[in-house]
């Protein structure tokens, strides 16, 4: 994979894959936003809260991507790299094969939100991951109360496909899901 995939530069942000030196800055993103994100996403592993675990994640992260398992960007404002990580945009679960899919997640720090930033990483990052790893469809999962995260894929083009009783554990209970992909025509 060229380091191309691995830096993605747009108007307002640079997304990237930091270096484990950098524990401390993502562990701020996540500790700072815990209850803003805790409500949308999969509970945490036990040590998901402690630089050890972002140290290793991170050396992870850099190897998974070389390897085209997956991509794990980190956001920063491209006005003040001074300022801590604003928000993370992960390709997860790639499958090859006959299928060529992966899964989409994304988050944005509470106090940045509303100002189209999501929409902005992920129209750089989209067409990046779909080279890099090679992708056919894209898939994009949200709650049904979540309507921001419901318009932004709408926006990007994401498709609704189906509707999922009880499709993640979140937050203490299983909650339904909105299926949505975006897939390569060409
Ligand atoms: C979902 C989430 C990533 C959206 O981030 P965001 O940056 O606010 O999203 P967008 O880029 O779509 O921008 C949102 C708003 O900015 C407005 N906006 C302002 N300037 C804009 C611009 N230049 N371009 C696009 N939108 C702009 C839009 O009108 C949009 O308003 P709307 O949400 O009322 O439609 C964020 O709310 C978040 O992290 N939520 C918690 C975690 C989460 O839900 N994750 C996803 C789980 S499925």
Redesign the pocket.
């Known amino acids: 994979m060229s380091a191309q995939a691995l830096e993605i530069i747009t108007p307002r942000l640079r997304l990237w894959l930091p270096d484990p030196s950098r524990a401390a800055c993502v562990l701020r993103y996540f500790d700072r936003?815990r209850r803003?994100?805790e409500?949308?996403?999969p509970a945490r592993p036990l040590d998901f809260y402690t630089a050890d675990f972002w140290e290793k994640r991170l050396a992870e992260n850099r190897e998974d991507a070389e390897e085209g398992r997956c991509l794990r960007y980190f956001l920063e404002l491209r006005s003040d790299p001074a300022t801590p990580i604003v928000?993370a945009v992960n390709f997860t679960n790639v499958i090859r094969g006959a299928f060529r899919a992966c899964h989409l997640?994304?988050?944005?720090?509470?106090r940045?939100?509303?100002?189209?930033?999501?929409?902005?990483?992920?129209e750089g990052a989209l067409p990046a991951a779909f080279a890099r790893l090679e992708l056919h469809r894209v898939m994009?999962?949200?709650?049904p109360r979540?309507?921001?995260?419901g318009?932004?894929l709408e926006?990007l083009g994401f498709a609704r496909e189906g509707y999922a009783k009880d499709y993640l554990f979140i937050d203490g209970a299983w909650r339904d899901h909105v299926l949505t992909a975006l897939v390569r025509t060409s």
């Open positions: 936003n803003h994100l409500v949308w996403e928000g997640g994304y988050s944005l720090a509470e940045w939100q509303g100002q189209g930033l999501m929409h902005e990483a992920l994009a999962n949200y709650q979540n309507e921001r995260s318009r932004l926006r």
